[in-house]
C-alpha cells in the first residue's frame, strides 16, 4: 500500500516522531497525535513507494526494534529515499553512556560529593530501560525525589524530557497521562490492557494470578517502551555500511546536511540547546544522485 505525499509537504520524512513533528514533513508514528502525524505501524514497513523522499529521519526508534529486525527497517528507510537521499538517525549513545558511567563510577568509588547521586542517575541511564517491568520505571521515580540532589547532572544528560516529566511530577498529573512524558516510549501501537477489559478478565480466571501478571509483564515488555537494542557510532556506521548506506558520519544536534536544519526544531529547542542530549547523531546517503 502507498499513500501520495501531500503537495504541500517537503519530500521529507519523519518516522516514529512522538511529539517532534514539523508540519512541512511527513510525519508518521503508530500513534497519531496531532493532524500533521500519520498512524502507521511501522514494523509493517513504510507505506510509501520506492525513491519518494529525500530525507528520512527518526529519532529514539530504531533501538526499540529488536537487533535483528534493524537491518530490515534501514532497507525499507533506504528503499524510500531518493538515489543521493540523506537518512539521519538518532538513538541514545551507548558509547557516552558508558563513559559516563566509568567516570561515576570511579568518582563516587573516591567519595566525590554529590557522585554517589550521579553515579544512580547513570545506572538508571544505562540501564533501566532494557529491564524495567512498568511505565517510566527507575527514570521517573528517580525524578519523584524532591528535592532531587543532581538536578543539574540530570539536565545535561536528559534535557527537555526531564524538564517536562518533572513539570509534569510536580503538578501531581497522573503516570502515563499525556502530560506525562514516558522516555523514548516511541513505538506503542496500542493502548495497554484494562483491568476490565473482557479478555483480561478471563485470562485471569483461565490463567490464574501468577500467570496473568507474567502475562501482563510480556505485554508491557513487548509495547514499545523497552530498549532492544543499544548502538554506538562504530556499530551504526557498520550497520549503515552493511545496508549499503555510504559516508555515514556523526554529526552535533544541530549539524545537518539537511538544509535549514535548525528551523526544523526536531533535535534542538528555540534557545539552541539540544533536545536530548544523551544522543548519537548520524547521517548517511543512499547512494547515486549527484
Known amino acids: ?35 500533521s502525524v500519520q498512524a502507521h505501524n511501522l514494523r509493517e ?13 527518526h529519532s529514539h526508534l530504531l533501538e ?4 535483528d529486525f534493524a ?48 553515579y544512580d542517575w547513570t ?11 512498568k511505565s517510566g520505571g527507575g527514570w521517573l521515580d528517580y525524578l519523584r525525589h524532591d528535592p532531587i540532589p543532581n538536578w543539574e547532572f540530570i539536565l545535561q544528560r536528559a534535557g527537555t524530557e526531564a524538564r517536562r516529566a518533572l513539570l509534569a511530577i510536580r503538578s501531581q498529573a497522573p503516570t502515563g497521562s499525556q502530560e506525562m512524558p514516558q ?8 493502548p495497554g490492557p484494562t483491568r476490565g477489559n473482557w479478555k483480561d478478565i478471563l485470562a485471569r480466571a483461565l490463567l490464574g494470578k501468577s500467570d496473568f501478571e507474567a502475562l501482563q509483564l510480556g505485554r508491557f515488555r513487548r509495547g514499545g517502551e523497552i530498549h532492544l537494542w543499544m548502538y ?16 555515514p558520519r556523526k554529526v552535533a544536534a544541530s549539524e545537518s ?23 548519537l547523531f548520524m547521517e548517511a546517503r543512499k547512494p547515486g544522485g549527484t
Not at 45 to 57: L, R, T
Not at 123 to 133: A, K, L, N, P
Not at 183 to 190: C, D, E, Q, T, Y
Open 232 to 247: 554506538d557510532s562504530y556499530s551504526l556506521a557498520r550497520l549503515l555500511q552493511m545496508e549499503s548506506f555510504i559516508q
Open 183 to 190: 522516555p523514548s516510549a516511541r513505538i506503542r501501537s496500542r
Open 257 to 279: 546536511s539537511i538544509a535549514n536544519w535548525r528551523s526544523y526544531g526536531l533535535d534542538s529547542e528555540p534557545d539552541g540547546s539540544t533536545y536530548k542530549p544523551d544522543s
Open 123 to 133: 545506572m538508571i541511564e544505562f540501564y533501566d530501560q532494557t529491564v524495567r517491568e
Open 45 to 57: 514497513g513504510i507505506p510509501y513507494s520506492d525513491a519518494s523522499f529525500d530525507v528520512v529521519y
Open 64 to 67: 526499540h526494534f529488536p537487533k
Open 1 to 35: 500500500m502507498t499513500n501520495p505525499i501531500p503537495a504541500q509537504k517537503l519530500p521529507y520524512l519523519n518516522l516514529g516522531c512522538g511529539s517532534r513533528f514539523h508540519p512541512a514533513w511527513v510525519n508518521l508514528d503508530f500513534v497519531s497525535s496531532d493532524p
Open 71 to 118: 537491518p530490515k527497517f534501514l532497507r525499507e528507510c533506504r528503499r524510500v529515499l531518493r538515489p543521493g537521499g540523506l537518512l539521519r538517525i538518532v538513538v541514545p549513545d551507548l558509547e557516552v553512556i558508558a563513559r559516563n558511567y566509568l567516570e561515576a563510577l570511579e568518582a563516587a568509588r573516591q567519595g566525590r560529593a554529590g557522585w554517589d547521586a550521579n
